[in-house]
């Protein structure tokens, strides 16, 4: 499914924008809606989706690819299921999601019922916490590559949609978790490698 993605230097990267860097702090530009059909627009959005399903994670926000703009790709393969168990998939409540790409986006909250499970993030990379989310949110704005202007998600696609968009704003998850939950996903294999072990910023 992946294939080989060169390096960049300048954005839009094809590797993650890391924590510490202040494209992720500040709040994103609106995209002039005379420009979405830009070269220029296209050509970001192309990147992301690419970038997003080299990396196999489940969104992408343009400051993370070092893009100060507001747009945002989402999407939860169906073989993405097999990375789970069935208990955690359902725990979770994973479901698929279509690719879904938005300009401008904006999130409402469609029901108060709040889920907390762990999180990661592309630009915190080797580390997940514990994140309250709401279950229910609606995204509007500019659909992309067939998208709707409109999407109603549920479960872990509404956690997808809330991280992307605290991304817009210079959010990270990090602000939100319990920090006590703050986790180095790999600190068993660290363990069993007698401290061996590194996080990859590309692939
Ligand atoms: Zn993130």
Redesign the pocket.
């Known amino acids: 499914m992946s294939t080989e993605l060169e390096s960049r230097t300048v954005p839009p990267y094809n590797h993650f924008t890391q924590i510490g860097d202040p494209v992720l702090r500040i709040r994103a530009e609106e995209v002039q809606p005379e420009c979405v059909d830009s070269q220029e627009i296209t050509g970001i959005v192309d990147q992301m989706v690419k970038v997003l399903r080299h990396y196999d994670c489940v969104g992408v926000a343009a400051p ?1 690819l070092g893009v100060p703009l507001r747009i945002i790709a989402m999407e939860f393969r169906e073989e993405k299921r097999e990375q789970f168990t069935p208990e955690v998939y359902q725990q979770r409540k994973m479901s698929t999601l279509p690719l879904s790409v938005f300009i401008n986006p904006k999130i409402e909250v469609m029901s108060d019922t709040i889920h907390t499970q762990p999180e990661g ?3 915190v990379r080797g580390f997940s916490g514990r994140v309250a989310r709401y279950d229910r949110v609606k995204v509007t704005g500019i659909g992309m590559l067939g998208t709707p202007d409109e999407l109603e998600l549920v479960g872990w696609s509404a956690r997808i949609a809330q ?1 992307e968009m605290d ?1 817009l704003n210079g959010i990270i ?1 990090i602000d939100r978790m319990d920090v006590s939950s703050f986790t180095c996903i790999t600190w068993a294999r660290i363990n069993s490698n007698g401290g061996r072990d590194a996080i990859m910023f590309d692939k």
Do not use: D, K
């Open positions: 993370q993030c592309m630009s991280h991304h998850y």
